[in-house]
Protein backbone atom coordinates (compact mmCIF):
# COMPACT_ATOMS: atom_id res chain seq x y z
CA UNK A 1 0.00 0.00 0.00
CA UNK A 2 2.98 2.38 0.87
CA UNK A 3 4.40 2.18 -2.34
CA UNK A 4 2.11 4.00 -4.50
CA UNK A 5 2.90 6.92 -2.30
CA UNK A 6 -0.92 7.44 -1.91
CA UNK A 7 -2.68 6.10 1.74
CA UNK A 8 -4.64 8.64 3.19
CA UNK A 9 -5.00 8.35 6.80
CA UNK A 10 -8.65 8.29 8.32
CA UNK A 11 -10.03 11.51 10.15
CA UNK A 12 -12.11 10.27 12.78
CA UNK A 13 -14.78 11.64 15.39
CA UNK A 14 -13.49 10.92 19.29
CA UNK A 15 -16.47 10.10 21.86
CA UNK A 16 -14.74 11.69 24.95
CA UNK A 17 -16.37 12.77 28.01
CA UNK A 18 -15.19 16.04 28.03
CA UNK A 19 -15.73 17.06 24.48
CA UNK A 20 -19.37 15.83 25.32
CA UNK A 21 -19.80 17.98 28.51
CA UNK A 22 -18.45 21.43 26.54
CA UNK A 23 -20.47 20.55 23.40
CA UNK A 24 -17.03 20.49 21.82
CA UNK A 25 -16.78 18.10 18.83
CA UNK A 26 -13.17 17.16 18.15
CA UNK A 27 -11.96 14.66 15.49
CA UNK A 28 -8.65 13.04 15.16
CA UNK A 29 -6.38 12.96 11.62
CA UNK A 30 -5.09 9.46 12.09
CA UNK A 31 -1.93 9.16 11.34
CA UNK A 32 -0.41 6.87 13.57
CA UNK A 33 -2.74 4.25 11.68
CA UNK A 34 -0.57 5.09 8.96
CA UNK A 35 1.84 2.15 9.52
CA UNK A 36 2.86 0.73 12.93
CA UNK A 37 6.42 1.41 12.14
CA UNK A 38 6.80 4.12 9.52
CA UNK A 39 4.48 5.86 11.87
CA UNK A 40 2.59 9.19 11.48
CA UNK A 41 4.40 12.55 10.92
CA UNK A 42 7.83 10.55 10.07
CA UNK A 43 6.67 8.77 7.19
CA UNK A 44 4.97 11.98 5.94
CA UNK A 45 8.73 13.65 6.17
CA UNK A 46 10.06 10.75 4.10
CA UNK A 47 7.75 10.82 1.79
CA UNK A 48 8.84 13.01 -0.36
CA UNK A 49 12.68 12.15 0.30
CA UNK A 50 12.45 8.42 -0.77
CA UNK A 51 10.43 9.30 -4.21
CA UNK A 52 13.55 12.06 -4.99
CA UNK A 53 15.82 8.88 -4.27
CA UNK A 54 14.31 6.32 -6.52
CA UNK A 55 14.09 9.20 -9.03
CA UNK A 56 17.86 9.87 -8.69
CA UNK A 57 18.50 6.32 -8.51
CA UNK A 58 20.03 5.93 -5.09
CA UNK A 59 20.60 2.39 -3.31
CA UNK A 60 21.20 4.13 0.48
CA UNK A 61 19.68 5.84 2.93
CA UNK A 62 21.83 7.07 5.56
CA UNK A 63 20.25 9.38 8.29
CA UNK A 64 20.90 10.45 12.24
CA UNK A 65 19.03 10.24 15.29
CA UNK A 66 18.77 9.50 19.01
CA UNK A 67 18.70 6.17 20.45
CA UNK A 68 15.08 6.07 20.57
CA UNK A 69 14.73 7.97 16.94
CA UNK A 70 11.11 7.25 15.62
CA UNK A 71 12.94 8.86 13.00
CA UNK A 72 15.30 5.87 13.06
CA UNK A 73 12.44 2.87 12.71
CA UNK A 74 10.39 4.46 9.96
CA UNK A 75 13.67 4.79 8.00
CA UNK A 76 14.66 1.62 8.72
CA UNK A 77 11.38 0.18 7.49
CA UNK A 78 11.00 2.18 4.69
CA UNK A 79 14.09 0.99 3.24
CA UNK A 80 13.51 -2.38 3.95
CA UNK A 81 9.95 -1.95 2.26
CA UNK A 82 10.87 0.06 -0.69
CA UNK A 83 14.49 -1.48 -1.39
CA UNK A 84 17.38 1.10 0.26
CA UNK A 85 19.85 -0.33 2.05
CA UNK A 86 19.69 2.08 5.42
CA UNK A 87 22.56 3.24 8.22
CA UNK A 88 22.58 5.81 11.11
CA UNK A 89 24.33 7.51 12.96
CA UNK A 90 22.81 7.08 16.12
CA UNK A 91 23.97 9.86 18.80
CA UNK A 92 25.60 8.92 22.21
CA UNK A 93 27.20 5.71 23.03
CA UNK A 94 26.55 2.09 22.32
CA UNK A 95 23.60 1.29 23.85
CA UNK A 96 20.77 -1.60 22.79
CA UNK A 97 17.37 -1.12 23.20
CA UNK A 98 13.83 -1.78 21.36
CA UNK A 99 14.02 0.61 18.95
CA UNK A 100 17.46 -0.19 17.84
CA UNK A 101 16.83 -3.82 17.92
CA UNK A 102 13.93 -3.52 15.41
CA UNK A 103 15.84 -0.96 13.33
CA UNK A 104 18.26 -3.96 13.28
CA UNK A 105 15.66 -6.48 12.20
CA UNK A 106 14.60 -3.60 9.18
CA UNK A 107 18.40 -4.23 8.21
CA UNK A 108 19.66 -1.21 9.30
CA UNK A 109 23.34 -0.46 10.14
CA UNK A 110 24.34 1.32 13.26
CA UNK A 111 26.96 3.42 13.84
CA UNK A 112 26.94 4.71 17.36
CA UNK A 113 29.16 8.44 17.35
CA UNK A 114 29.55 10.70 20.55
CA UNK A 115 27.39 13.94 20.92
CA UNK A 116 30.26 15.84 20.11
CA UNK A 117 30.67 14.21 17.12
CA UNK A 118 27.48 13.94 16.38
CA UNK A 119 26.72 18.06 16.41
CA UNK A 120 29.97 18.49 14.50
CA UNK A 121 28.63 16.48 12.17
CA UNK A 122 28.90 18.71 8.70
CA UNK A 123 32.34 17.23 7.67
CA UNK A 124 30.78 13.52 8.15
CA UNK A 125 27.55 14.95 6.13
CA UNK A 126 30.30 16.70 3.52
CA UNK A 127 31.94 12.99 3.08
CA UNK A 128 29.05 11.18 2.82
CA UNK A 129 27.08 13.82 0.29
CA UNK A 130 29.78 13.10 -1.96
CA UNK A 131 28.61 9.77 -2.83
CA UNK A 132 25.89 10.31 -5.61
CA UNK A 133 24.81 6.22 -4.66
CA UNK A 134 23.41 7.92 -0.85
CA UNK A 135 20.36 9.81 0.12
CA UNK A 136 21.49 11.76 3.30
CA UNK A 137 18.29 12.43 5.23
CA UNK A 138 18.72 14.64 8.46
CA UNK A 139 17.74 14.35 11.89
CA UNK A 140 13.95 13.98 12.39
CA UNK A 141 13.59 14.00 8.68
CA UNK A 142 13.95 17.80 8.41
CA UNK A 143 13.94 19.49 5.30
CA UNK A 144 11.87 21.11 2.47
CA UNK A 145 10.81 17.74 1.24
CA UNK A 146 9.84 16.93 4.62
CA UNK A 147 7.34 20.14 4.35
CA UNK A 148 5.67 18.81 0.92
CA UNK A 149 4.88 15.50 2.84
CA UNK A 150 3.22 17.18 6.13
CA UNK A 151 0.99 19.78 3.89
CA UNK A 152 -0.87 16.61 2.50
CA UNK A 153 -2.11 16.02 6.57
CA UNK A 154 -4.19 19.14 5.50
CA UNK A 155 -4.78 18.62 1.40
CA UNK A 156 -6.20 14.87 2.53
CA UNK A 157 -8.73 16.40 5.20
CA UNK A 158 -12.64 16.21 3.93
CA UNK A 159 -13.77 18.77 6.24
CA UNK A 160 -13.26 22.22 7.33
CA UNK A 161 -12.07 23.14 11.31
CA UNK A 162 -11.73 25.90 13.05
CA UNK A 163 -8.53 24.82 15.11
CA UNK A 164 -5.72 22.11 14.48
CA UNK A 165 -3.71 21.04 17.27
CA UNK A 166 -0.31 19.44 16.53
CA UNK A 167 2.83 18.58 18.65
CA UNK A 168 6.38 20.06 17.25
CA UNK A 169 9.64 19.29 17.78
CA UNK A 170 11.81 20.56 14.93
CA UNK A 171 8.73 22.29 13.44
CA UNK A 172 8.79 20.70 10.32
CA UNK A 173 5.53 19.27 10.79
CA UNK A 174 4.05 22.66 11.78
CA UNK A 175 5.55 23.88 8.97
CA UNK A 176 3.74 21.84 6.18
CA UNK A 177 0.42 22.66 7.95
CA UNK A 178 0.55 25.96 8.11
CA UNK A 179 2.07 26.39 4.33
CA UNK A 180 -0.78 24.13 3.14
CA UNK A 181 -3.16 26.33 5.48
CA UNK A 182 -2.25 29.44 4.00
CA UNK A 183 -3.26 28.31 0.83
CA UNK A 184 -6.25 26.38 1.18
CA UNK A 185 -7.88 27.52 5.30
CA UNK A 186 -7.28 30.90 5.98
CA UNK A 187 -9.86 31.17 8.50
CA UNK A 188 -8.68 28.24 10.80
CA UNK A 189 -6.31 28.54 13.80
CA UNK A 190 -2.64 26.23 14.38
CA UNK A 191 -2.41 25.64 17.77
CA UNK A 192 1.39 23.76 18.15
CA UNK A 193 2.77 22.51 21.17
CA UNK A 194 6.59 22.77 21.28
CA UNK A 195 7.62 19.32 23.09
CA UNK A 196 10.88 21.25 24.44
CA UNK A 197 11.41 23.84 26.96
CA UNK A 198 12.01 27.37 25.48
CA UNK A 199 9.74 26.62 22.16
CA UNK A 200 9.60 30.07 20.92
CA UNK A 201 12.33 28.64 18.39
CA UNK A 202 9.58 26.98 16.41
CA UNK A 203 8.18 30.27 15.11
CA UNK A 204 12.20 30.78 13.31
CA UNK A 205 12.22 27.28 12.36
CA UNK A 206 8.69 27.04 10.49
CA UNK A 207 9.71 30.64 8.59
CA UNK A 208 13.24 29.22 7.49
CA UNK A 209 10.76 26.71 5.86
CA UNK A 210 8.73 29.10 4.05
CA UNK A 211 5.97 28.33 6.54
CA UNK A 212 3.70 31.64 7.14
CA UNK A 213 3.18 32.10 11.09
CA UNK A 214 0.22 34.70 10.74
CA UNK A 215 -2.55 31.65 11.51
CA UNK A 216 -0.22 30.34 14.00
CA UNK A 217 -0.44 30.30 17.80
CA UNK A 218 2.48 28.78 20.01
CA UNK A 219 1.22 27.00 23.38
CA UNK A 220 5.05 26.71 24.95
CA UNK A 221 3.97 25.56 28.60
CA UNK A 222 3.12 22.25 28.19
CA UNK A 223 7.02 21.10 27.66
CA UNK A 224 6.88 19.02 31.30
CA UNK A 225 10.28 19.88 31.81
CA UNK A 226 11.75 19.33 28.59
CA UNK A 227 12.48 16.70 25.77
CA UNK A 228 11.28 13.17 26.71
CA UNK A 229 10.63 14.51 30.36
CA UNK A 230 7.09 13.33 32.05
CA UNK A 231 5.50 14.26 34.96
CA UNK A 232 2.98 12.01 37.11
CA UNK A 233 -0.24 14.67 36.18
CA UNK A 234 1.44 13.93 32.53
CA UNK A 235 1.28 9.98 32.86
CA UNK A 236 -1.88 9.73 34.25
CA UNK A 237 -3.71 12.04 31.55
CA UNK A 238 -2.01 9.78 29.22
CA UNK A 239 -2.98 6.32 30.91
CA UNK A 240 -6.77 7.77 31.40
CA UNK A 241 -7.30 9.28 27.74
CA UNK A 242 -5.92 5.85 26.35
CA UNK A 243 -8.16 3.71 28.61
CA UNK A 244 -11.33 6.24 27.99
CA UNK A 245 -11.09 6.16 23.80
CA UNK A 246 -8.81 3.04 23.21
CA UNK A 247 -6.36 5.45 21.16
CA UNK A 248 -2.97 4.82 21.88
CA UNK A 249 -0.79 7.78 23.20
CA UNK A 250 2.10 8.40 24.14
CA UNK A 251 4.15 10.87 26.57
CA UNK A 252 6.88 12.66 24.42
CA UNK A 253 4.82 14.37 21.62
CA UNK A 254 1.10 13.37 21.22
CA UNK A 255 0.20 13.41 25.46
CA UNK A 256 1.63 16.81 25.39
CA UNK A 257 0.15 18.80 22.53
CA UNK A 258 -3.63 16.63 23.46
CA UNK A 259 -2.83 17.41 27.18
CA UNK A 260 -2.83 21.44 26.26
CA UNK A 261 -6.01 20.82 24.17
CA UNK A 262 -7.97 19.73 26.64
CA UNK A 263 -6.87 22.02 29.41
CA UNK A 264 -7.77 25.02 27.08
CA UNK A 265 -11.41 22.75 26.78
CA UNK A 266 -11.59 22.65 30.23
CA UNK A 267 -11.28 26.51 30.72
CA UNK A 268 -13.77 26.82 28.29
CA UNK A 269 -11.78 28.75 25.41
CA UNK A 270 -13.56 27.59 22.75
CA UNK A 271 -16.99 28.38 21.82
CA UNK A 272 -19.30 25.06 22.03
CA UNK A 273 -19.87 23.76 18.13
CA UNK A 274 -16.47 25.25 17.63
CA UNK A 275 -15.04 21.98 15.18
CA UNK A 276 -11.06 21.10 16.04
CA UNK A 277 -8.91 18.73 14.80
CA UNK A 278 -6.30 16.99 16.77
CA UNK A 279 -2.98 15.35 14.28
CA UNK A 280 -2.34 12.37 16.07
CA UNK A 281 1.36 12.35 14.85
CA UNK A 282 1.99 8.48 15.95
CA UNK A 283 5.24 7.49 16.92
CA UNK A 284 4.22 5.13 19.74
CA UNK A 285 7.18 2.90 19.51
CA UNK A 286 8.97 5.78 21.70
CA UNK A 287 6.60 4.59 24.27
CA UNK A 288 8.22 1.16 24.45
CA UNK A 289 11.08 3.19 26.58
CA UNK A 290 8.46 4.96 28.60
CA UNK A 291 6.43 1.69 29.72
CA UNK A 292 7.68 1.57 33.03
CA UNK A 293 7.19 5.42 34.20
CA UNK A 294 3.56 4.42 34.22
CA UNK A 295 4.04 1.73 37.41
CA UNK A 296 3.22 2.74 40.32
C1 LIG B 1 8.93 13.46 15.51
C2 LIG B 1 7.58 13.63 16.07
C3 LIG B 1 6.96 14.90 16.21
C4 LIG B 1 7.70 16.19 15.91
O1 LIG B 1 7.65 16.56 14.58
P1 LIG B 1 8.45 17.83 14.05
O2 LIG B 1 8.18 17.86 12.61
O3 LIG B 1 9.90 17.57 14.34
O4 LIG B 1 7.98 19.03 14.78
C5 LIG B 1 5.66 14.96 16.68
N1 LIG B 1 4.99 13.84 17.03
C6 LIG B 1 5.54 12.62 16.94
C7 LIG B 1 4.75 11.45 17.38
C8 LIG B 1 6.85 12.47 16.45
O5 LIG B 1 7.38 11.23 16.37
Redesign the pocket.
Known amino acids: MLKDFSFHSPEQKITHPLYISKDIPVWFKRDDMIHPFI ?4 WR ?1 LKYNLQKAQQQHQKHLVTFGGAWS ?2 LIATACAGASFGFSTEAYVRGEAVHNPVLAMCKLFGMKLHFISREDYRNREQLWKTLQANPDICLIDE ?3 GIE ?1 TWG ?1 KEIVTELTQSYQHIF ?10 GIASALAEIAPATQLHIVP ?1 LKGGDF ?1 LEEMKKLHASTTQTVLHTDYHFGGYAKTTPQLLTFVKDFIAQTGIMI ?1 P ?3 GK ?1 LFALHQMITDNVFQPHERILFVH ?4 T ?1 LLGMLERFED
Open positions: SGNKKNHGGSACCAAGTGTTAAVIETYTATGGLG
